[in-house]
């Protein structure tokens, strides 16, 4: 079943649940999908709806940093539930033992040895982590890597 599908199905639960919150969320993941197949006139496969779904929690999250700096909890935690909804569509998040050993194979494969190859490393790495794992996080790791 492809991520679409388990949007579409998942959708309808909440409908004959009548979990609102749920509904909004899932429909607005689909809004969001559907947008982007509409302006690039193109039928999107599983790994470019993960990366709106990533993109969709990114935005939750700075979103509800501003709402905590703001003292508004209230709209905070609508974005926190409303993350917890879109993170149940994500695949299983890496651990970091696993994530270094992704970078080790990465940099091993491309040869990479200084910072100038880092985009390399990144290349290979950016489709087996999508939506597992901070972009931003490992971004750090291979320079740390590539540094020592």
Known sequence: MTLKEQLTDQMKVSMRNKDKLRLKTIRMGQAAIKQREIDEQITLD?????????????????AAQQFIEADRKDLADIEEQEITVIEEFLPK???????DALIKAAIEKSGASSMQEMGKVMGL??????????LGKIS???????NS
């Open 46 to 62: 599983d790994d470019a709806v993960l990366a709106i779904l990533v993109k969709m929690v990114k935005q939750r999250r700075d």
């Open 140 to 146: 750090g790791l291979i320079k740390a890597a590539l």
């Open 93 to 99: 998040p890496l651990t970091s033992d696993e994530i």
């Open 125 to 134: 790495l950016k489709p087996q982590v999508q939506g597992r794992a901070d």
